[in-house]
């Protein structure tokens, strides 16, 4: 677990002053968010999504995102567990089920509108398990989710 | 008979899941403590039963999706509403956009924002306090997310403070991480 909040180091939040007020107000929510970043990256039960692998999906949805800050977190998160090139943007698998994987992450973080049945299909037929795309699509949903708060809290802290 | 809704309403349709929900006979202790709270204090659904397969991510989630949407102070509920509702537009997920449009619609007793909302998007004429809480939240929507310093000077202008844009950020946020859910796991239907 992390002891260290991430999306208040990410969104660069001051030690003082109304932004570090507003926040504060919202601690609850901030931990909230902080338990649901350790269930999407670190799970007690990671299924057939490894640690490894879920930093390296993040990694690649924030720099989709285009976020400096949590792309740092992600790298330092994916250390040298990313041999395959997972968390680039573009970059593809040979393998079935990683393609898949990767195809499902681009698609449902850049344009999740045009997501449909068919991309459940092509996990499951990958060999993705319920469990798993359940999994998967929560770690999509909560990163696209703290990325855009953290976008937020910066632009906040800059112009108070 | 059921078809899949495509256009957007207030009607809320039934959501049909992609993926099996977990029988709730066969849940673990864990899975049981999850599905303890609902989101909105709803009845156990198939999408949260859908969720229960990832238990340790619901419980954190949906006491998360509750705070960000009705705890007290800060933003509006019914200004929430239009954050959650704006995100579904971008996102076209029709089932979040249809509750939380009438969420709006409950709360405020008015039906005329959501109906120009859903007519003419960005563009509709309505408020310039609503308006600048639209485009801040379809902006923040984009992939990448367009939100720069003059869409938060803009809500600033409008009257909202710090704690405001904060919530306002986070009922956003939230639906773009719910309609990935929803719009992915599952699709709304109308039983005729």
């Known amino acids: ?160 | 008979m059921s078809r899949v809704v495509e256009k957007f309403t207030t009607r809320v349709p039934r959501w049909r899941p992609h993926v099996r929900p977990l029988a709730f006979d066969e849940a673990t202790g864990e899975q049981r403590d999850a599905l303890r709270e609902t989101p909105s204090g709803t009845k156990i659904s198939d999408y949260v039963l859908v969720l229960a397969h990832d238990p340790q991510a619901l419980s954190a989630r949906t006491p998360l999706f509750n705070g960000i949407m009705y705890a007290p102070g800060g933003l509006s509920r019914a200004e929430r509403e239009i954050g959650a509702t704006a995100a579904s537009f971008v996102n076209h997920c029709i089932y979040c956009a249809a509750v939380h449009a009438s969420r709006y619609n409950q709360i405020t007793g008015d039906t005329t924002l959501m109906r120009k909302l859903f007519v003419d998007g960005e563009k509709a004429d309505i408020d310039p306090r609503a308006k600048a809480i639209v485009r801040f939240s379809v902006r923040l929507s984009e992939c990448p997310p367009q939100v720069e310093a003059d869409d938060i000077t803009k809500l600033r202008e409008q009257g909202l403070d710090t704690q405001e844009i904060l919530d306002l950020a986070l009922s956003t946020a939230l639906f773009g991480w719910a309609n990935r859910l929803m719009h992915t796991l599952g699709e709304p239907v109308s039983d005729d």
């Open chain 1, 1 to 160: 677990m992390s002891d260290a909040n991430v999306l208040e180091k990410a969104g660069r939040v001051p030690a003082g002053g109304v932004l570090r007020e507003a926040v504060d107000f919202r601690a609850r929510l901030m931990e909230l968010t902080q338990e649901s970043h350790d269930a999407a990256l670190v799970p007690r039960e990671p299924g057939g999504l490894s640690h490894a692998l879920r930093a390296a999906l993040a990694q690649r949805i924030v720099r989709i995102c285009d976020d400096p800050e949590l792309e740092h977190h992600y790298a330092a998160m994916a250390g040298d567990a990313d041999a395959a090139g997972h968390g680039m943007p573009g970059s593809t698998s040979d393998e079935e089920r990683t393609s898949a994987i990767l195809a499902y992450v681009d698609k449902v973080t850049r344009t999740p509108r045009d997501a449909s049945e068919a991309d459940i299909a092509r996990l499951r037929a990958a060999g993705v398990g319920e469990s798993d795309v359940v999994r998967l699509a929560g770690l999509v949903a909560f990163v696209n989710y703290q990325c855009r708060v953290a976008r937020v809290l910066r632009l906040l802290g800059e112009q108070p």
